[in-house]
C-alpha cells in the first residue's frame, strides 16, 4: 500500500494543470448536497434545513417545500438525489433527526411534480449510539432498485466495529428503506439487516459506477489516514482496528493492517479531507473523462484520481487558489463538472 502512495505522490506533485471556474449559484448556506432534476434544473439541500430549486436558464432560486430537521453540529439537512421510481419523481434526502433523544442520520423522500415538492416522508431512522453532533456520513448512490446510505461512526469509534448499530457502516436498502434479503447480515444473530459493509469512520463520499459495476467510498481519517476504498458486501474496512491515522494529539491509533480487514485503494496523510465524490463522465472536459474527482474541505481543493486496472496511475489538487471548502461533486446532465461550497456556492470546473 504505502508503494501505491508513494507512486501517487509523485505523479500527483509532477502534473499541476491551470483550470478555470465559473460561478453558477450563490447562496448564504452550506450546500452540503445537489443533483439535477433535468439539463436545466438543479435541486440542492442546504445544512441548516432548506431544499432549493434553481433555474440555470432563469437563474431563479425557489425555496421548496422542505422537511423538519435537527440542525446540531455536523448534522442538517445532507445529501440529496431525484430519482424516478415506478414512473414517480421523487427527491431522495438524507437529514439529521432526533430520535428518543438522540441524533440520527435518517432517509426521508418527497414527490416532485411542476417543480414542487409533496408528501413527505421518513423511510429510514439509523440505529445510533452517539451523544455528539459529528460524524453523519450521509451520502445516497442509487443502483437500479436499491440504495447505498453511508452512516459514519458518530464519534463512537468502536461501535463501527458492533454489527447492532449502524454508526459507522454502509447501508443498502429498498427504494423504500427496507433491508434487502440477499444483504450480508440477515441472518447473523443481532446484526442489523441494512448493513453492507462496516469498519468506516465518516463516509461522506460514494459513487457507483455504472460502467465496471463498482461501489466506490471516500472517508475522512483522523489526523491523516483518509482512504478512497472499493466497497464489496460484508467486507470490514477496519476502523478503528486498523488505519494509517493518527490521533489528533499525536499518537498512533491501532494496527496498519489485520488479516480479514480491508485495506484502501489509496490513503492519504497529511489529510485531504474528502466529502462528496463522482466519476467524470461528461464531454465538456475530455483530458478528465473516467477521472475520479473528491470533493476536498480542510485542504480545500478539488483532487483529481485516474484508476486503472482497480490502482491509482495518476492523481491531481485542482483548485488550489479557490480557498473554498469543497463539499460535493457531480457531473452534469449538460456534461459540465459541477461543484458546491460550504460558502454556498455552486460551480463548474473548466479545464
Not at 81 to 104: D, E
Not at 194 to 212: A, K, L, M
Not at 239 to 248: C, L, Q, S
Request: positive net charge.
Amino acid at each position: 500500500m504505502k508503494s501505491v502512495f508513494i507512486l501517487s505522490f509523485i505523479f500527483m506533485f509532477s502534473i499541476q494543470a491551470k483550470v478555470t471556474t465559473k460561478e453558477i449559484l450563490k447562496v448564504k448556506d452550506i450546500i452540503w448536497g445537489f443533483d439535477f432534476t433535468d439539463s436545466k434544473t438543479i435541486v440542492a439541500n442546504l445544512k441548516d434545513g432548506a431544499i432549493i430549486k434553481y433555474d440555470l436558464e432563469t437563474k431563479k432560486v425557489v425555496t421548496l417545500n422542505s422537511p423538519k430537521v435537527t440542525v446540531t453540529g455536523q448534522g442538517g439537512l445532507l445529501d440529496i438525489k431525484y430519482q424516478v421510481v415506478n414512473k414517480v419523481p421523487y427527491v431522495y434526502y438524507t437529514f439529521a433527526k432526533k430520535v428518543k433523544g438522540t441524533v440520527v442520520t435518517a432517509l426521508g423522500r418527497a414527490k416532485y411534480a411542476s417543480g414542487k415538492l409533496s408528501q413527505h416522508e421518513t423511510l429510514f431512522e439509523s440505529k445510533i449510539h452517539s451523544s455528539t453532533g459529528r460524524h453523519f456520513g450521509s451520502r445516497l448512490a442509487f443502483v437500479g432498485e436499491t440504495l447505498f446510505m453511508t452512516i459514519g461512526d458518530r464519534g463512537e469509534r468502536d461501535y463501527a466495529q458492533k454489527l447492532d448499530y449502524h454508526n459507522g457502516k454502509i447501508l443498502r436498502l429498498t427504494l423504500e428503506g427496507k433491508p434487502l434479503a440477499d444483504n450480508p447480515f440477515v441472518n447473523t444473530k443481532n446484526a442489523l439487516p441494512e448493513i453492507w459493509s462496516f469498519g468506516h469512520r465518516n463516509p461522506q463520499g460514494i459513487f457507483y459506477d455504472e460502467e465496471t459495476k463498482t461501489l466506490y467510498s471516500c472517508e475522512f481519517g483522523p489526523r491523516g489516514g483518509d482512504e478512497l476504498n472499493l466497497i464489496k458486501k460484508g467486507l470490514n474496512y477496519g476502523w478503528p482496528v486498523i488505519t494509517y491515522g493518527k490521533e489528533y494529539w499525536g499518537p498512533g491509533i491501532g494496527e496498519e493492517k489485520k488479516k480479514g480487514m480491508e485495506q484502501p485503494i489509496i490513503y492519504w496523510t497529511p489529510s485531504i479531507s474528502p466529502s462528496g465524490m463522482t466519476r467524470y463522465t461528461g464531454n465538456k472536459n475530455p483530458k478528465w473523462k473516467g477521472d475520479f474527482f473528491l470533493a476536498s474541505l480542510g485542504s480545500t481543493h478539488l483532487h483529481r484520481v485516474r484508476l486503472k486496472n482497480g490502482k491509482v496511475i495518476e492523481e491531481e489538487k485542482l483548485l488550489t487558489n479557490l480557498n473554498e471548502r469543497i463539499r460535493q461533486v457531480r457531473t452534469g446532465i449538460d456534461g459540465e463538472l459541477y461543484i458546491s461550497t460550504d460558502s454556498g456556492k455552486i460551480l463548474t470546473v473548466h479545464q
